[in-house]
């Protein structure tokens, strides 16, 4: 029969983060960690067979999936199937000795979600740095501030894409905080009391104690869960799915705001040789990465709807109820946000700034835009903040109804304030605040300064994140 692809995996992910939830990746983790409490338990006086160590490692890497396959349809339990296969392999029955199943698969996949939360970590870090170059570069192409989707005051495409980066960098503190606080279930055996383990041990609490902390530092994370049950707080996956669709928010509204802008023809994310818009209509350059990743974050926003669903569900000292959502729902997580980020990398390497149009849809809106600061002008003149207020949304108003109906060609709003004498400002005086509106867009310089400072002190920490580039994308 034909396998079913999964479609995250297959064609969003990356290699590196395919390769961390792999079924024989799996595989050969848990022989690992079989292998190292062995070990671990040996160095503390258990009695090992000489040379049973040596043949699990000689077989360690001889994975038959179909054959554990089989194995796990007779004996219904996927554990023990991966168990019995091992030790077949090896001729030998010294694994797993005071473990229950969730000593070894929570431990593995917490292991597994902790690389994962690494790569996705330096990933962030390369997106961070791609999106503050494009924000150096942009820092001073002016264009109009939209609030509601309409045009509001002067920003720079800098500081737009700065506003973006902000969001993301709040969103990588709380990941790379949670990397740093994560905790593993550890060695507690079948209900939490780590009675097995005791009883090999003739009750040496001590030895189990070190059995634990070896079995730490084997996973290379630093933190255990002291008074767990036979699995670890579920509300723990659904800190990890969260952190993960927080770090997606800043990408995809940048995602969200770029598509916009295309649709203005304002900028674009880039059309390669070759590509075709869309089979129908030959001119099409539609905005697919962008809807892409907008998509891949609605994807994610399921994946923590359902380990949500597991937070604060669990029966006593634990059960399997939450398998299949676990199973589909964390690997398939890091799929989306992987994906999500090589894409994001391949919009900020690509996207284009169509500076024309940019330029000409500021100064049709330029009266627009300065009349904050014409308010600001007329309080100084005198005139009361409330009235001034009045009198400037009246014309405003005005004016932009005219020019939608076609009945003026330009934007007349200047000779319109002028002409009003409540206001107290010439033609002279609002033309040279539409010249200085046109050109300061307030702190936004700083803004972005400030933004790329933090993402050049944050690159120095995760220098390898600059070896990251988006594969291709289909």
């Known amino acids: 029969m034909e396998a079913i692809a999964n479609v995250l995996a297959d064609r969003y992910a ?11 990746g799996r595989v050969l983790l848990e022989r690992e960690y079989w292998i190292a409490v062995l070990k671990a338990q040996r160095d503390l006086g258990l009695p090992v067979p000489e040379g049973a160590i040596a043949d699990y490692e000689r077989v360690k890497e001889q994975i038959d999936l179909a054959s554990i396959r089989r194995r796990e349809q007779t004996l219904r339990h996927d554990v023990k199937a991966r168990l019995d296969e091992f030790c077949a392999l ?7 000795k ?27 870090v ?28 002067v920003t720079t495409l800098g500081k737009r894409l700065a506003m973006f980066g902000d969001e993301m960098l709040l969103a990588f503190e709380a990941l ?88 203005h023809d304002l900028a674009g994310e880039g059309f390669a040789p070759g590509q075709v818009g869309s089979s129908a209509m030959p001119h099409k350059m539609n905005s697919r990465s962008c809807e892409r990743l907008n998509g891949l974050q609605v994807v994610l926003r399921g994946y923590l709807t359902m380990t949500e669903g597991l937070a604060g569900d669990q029966w006593n000292e634990g059960d399997v109820s939450c398998s299949v959502v676990r199973r589909v729902a964390l ?17 900020l390497d690509h996207m284009e700034i169509n500076h024309a149009v940019v330029d000409r849809e500021l100064r049709n809106y330029l009266p627009f835009l300065s009349t ?103």
């Open 14 to 24: 990356s290699e590196p983060m395919r390769a961390i939830w792999s079924p024989r």
């Open 90 to 96: 090896a001729g030998h029955e010294h694994i797993h």
């Open 98 to 124: 005071g473990l229950t199943s969730r000593d070894l698969t929570e431990s593995v996949e917490q292991l597994q979600i902790y690389r994962a939360m690494e790569l996705v970590r330096l990933k962030a």
């Open 126 to 153: 390369a997106a961070l740095v791609a999106l503050s170059r494009r924000a150096g570069e942009s820092k001073n192409v002016f264009l109009a501030a939209r609030t509601h989707n309409t045009p509001a005051q």
């Open 176 to 263: 790379d905080q949670l990397l740093a606080r994560y905790p593993v279930r550890g060695l507690k055996g079948a209900v939490g009391t780590q009675m097995d383990q005791l009883t090999l041990f003739r009750g040496d609490a001590g030895k189990v104690v070190e059995l634990e902390r070896r079995i730490l530092a084997h996973l290379g994370i630093a933190r255990a869960l002291m008074a767990t049950g036979q699995v670890y707080p579920r509300s723990l996956d659904f800190s990890v799915v969260s952190a993960l669709y927080q770090l997606s928010s800043g990408p995809a509204s940048f995602a969200k705001t770029l598509r916009l802008m295309a649709g």
């Open 331 to 347: 690997p398939n997580s890091f799929f989306a946000m992987d994906g999500l980020l090589e894409t994001f990398l391949t919009i």
């Open 372 to 474: 904050t600061t014409i308010l600001m002008e007329a309080v100084k003149a005198g005139t009361g903040r409330e009235t001034a207020h009045e009198i400037i949304k009246g014309h405003a108003v005005a004016a932009a109804r005219d020019l939608r109906s076609g009945k003026i060609r330009e934007n007349d709003l200047f000779q319109r304030l002028a002409a009003d004498a409540r206001l107290g400002l010439d033609v002279a005086a609002l033309e040279r605040i539409g010249r200085e509106t046109r050109s300061h867009a307030g702190a936004a310089g700083a803004q972005v300064d400030w933004f790329v400072r933090a993402v050049m002190h944050l690159h120095e920490r995760f220098p390898q994140a600059g070896q990251i580039q988006a594969g291709p994308i289909l």
